[in-house]
Antibody, heavy 119, light 107 residues
């Protein structure tokens, strides 16, 4: 079955760039009817939607992140990525990648999450 | 952004109880409301999508209802595996937003 797995540094220094990958296995990022998102969860807090990307490269970013966020997709490697610039301690969180069902726009499959600490 | 408000924020209940969690949207979201379950240290899992559709593999004791601004998640008979935190999410407009969560604990 389809699985998503996040990877990347667990520790990032303030003002630097946080970079994460999400590898998709058991399926393709080109699968019809789906697109791909990033969501984060600060320690002990709720869920924050960051943005999404289609296999065409079309993206949406949460305005709360202003111009700090970039999401990209590499269909040849079957993965998509997140870059968040100028990080602060407030960006410390578990970052999840997820698959989104286009008809309904809900996340039906999530990665296990990866904790990124800014310090 | 659409604000999602869940109530209660926490709830104590016993195995076998019927439990209802409420989610209210700050504006009409039609039926674009989804429910997730999250256990400590794990990713959220989809339970219900578009207000009342049960995700494949989710037990039938879970059900969802509502439209417009008011929605409910009902667990008909609590099982030990159901003690977790539950989140609602609106997918009517971007940015998609979540409720603050309802932590369901064992009484």
């Amino acid at each position: 079955q389809v699985q998503l797995r996040e990877s990347g540094p667990g520790l990032v220094k303030p003002s630097q760039t946080l970079s994460l990958n999400c590898a998709v296995s058991g399926g393709s990022v080109n699968s019809g009817g789906y697109y791909w998102s990033w969501i984060r969860q600060r320690p002990g807090k709720g869920l924050d939607f960051l943005g999404y990307i289609y296999d065409t490269g079309t993206t949406y970013y949460n305005p709360s992140l202003k111009s700090r966020l970039t999401i990209s997709i590499d269909t040849s490697r079957n993965q998509f990525s997140l870059k968040l610039t100028s990080v602060t301690a407030a960006d410390t969180a578990v970052y999840y990648c997820a698959r989104v069902v286009h008809r309904g726009d809900y996340e039906d499959l999530w990665g296990q999450g990866t904790l990124v600490t800014v310090s | 952004d659409i604000q999602m408000t869940q109530s209660p924020s926490s709830l104590s209940a016993s195995v076998g109880d019927r439990v209802t969690i409420t989610c209210r949207a700050s504006q009409n979201i039609r039926n674009y409301l989804n429910w997730y379950q999250q256990k400590p240290g794990t990713a959220p899992q989809l339970l219900i999508f578009v207000a009342s559709s049960l995700q494949s593999g989710v037990p039938s004791r879970f059900s969802g209802s509502g439209s417009g601004t008011d929605f409910t998640l009902t667990i008909s008979s609590l099982q030990p595996d159901d003690f977790a935190t539950y989140y609602c999410q609106q997918s009517y407009s971007t940015p998609r937003t979540f409720g603050q969560g309802t932590k369901l604990e064992i009484k």
